[in-house]
């Protein structure tokens, strides 16, 4: 059993995390930013953290996630402006590892974006945006001592898992189910031997645990 902090636990993915960490008998807190989510999730068996990550920083979040084993990061700005996604999107996964390192926490997982993505339309600012700032997260990370895992699926679809993805250190572009994000991320919490890595996900014909297991450096 491991204690696990979810750092965008009311998302389409994290929500969708949660009950299968818990499924797996580990415990999760979860932070939130509105006040009022919090009898929700601790309904649901998750410890509600209180806190906004446009007003976090190493410092502050340090004491959220102490006493924690493993950290998921998977939170965004979702669009809703360009000040929000350079600070949750681009600055939000450099100020957890360095609060992880103030901590003695390891393992993290971090949720960023499959670097083809919007390729092939119209140029759009926003977008560009924050692509630059997902890679930014990931840079911050892989330079850091941390345990990490860079998890870049293809682009989201609002549907539950259906279990079949791809995955791989490079894969071909495609779509992925939320659901089978959070799957896969669950399975990878149970196998800490992949580590270090940055691995690319979509939709496709391989069941999640044989897709894991076929990540394994031998």
Excluded: C
Aim: a neutral charge; hydrophobic letters at 40%.
């Amino acid at each position: 059993m491991a204690r696990i902090f979810i750092i965008g636990v009311t998302g389409g993915i994290g929500h969708r995390l949660a009950p299968l960490l818990l499924a797996n008998g580990h415990q999760v807190t979860g932070l939130h930013r509105k006040p009022e989510q919090a009898d929700n999730l601790r309904n649901a068996g998750i410890t509600p953290v209180l806190g906004d990550l446009m007003e976090l920083t190493a410092e502050t979040l340090a004491p959220l996630i102490r006493g924690h084993d493993i950290v998921v990061f998977s939170s965004g700005a979702a669009g809703s402006g360009l000040d929000r996604t350079t600070r949750i999107d681009g600055d939000g996964p450099g100020h957890l590892v360095a609060a992880m390192k103030q901590e003695g926490i390891s393992r993290l997982y971090l949720v960023s974006a499959f670097p083809e993505a919007g390729r092939g339309k119209d140029p759009n600012p926003r977008f560009e945006h924050y692509m630059t700032e997902k890679k930014r997260a990931d840079a911050d990370v892989a330079a850091s001592d941390a345990d990490w895992v860079i998890l870049r699926p293809g682009t989201l679809l609002h549907e539950d898992q259906d279990g079949r993805v791809n995955a791989g250190f490079a894969i071909p572009y495609g779509t992925v189910k939320r659901g089978n994000v959070a799957q896969f991320l669950a399975k990878l919490v149970e196998t800490p031997e992949i580590r270090r890595e940055i691995l690319e996900l979509t939709d496709g014909r391989t069941e999640i645990s044989e897709a894991v297991n076929r990540i394994v450096r031998k």
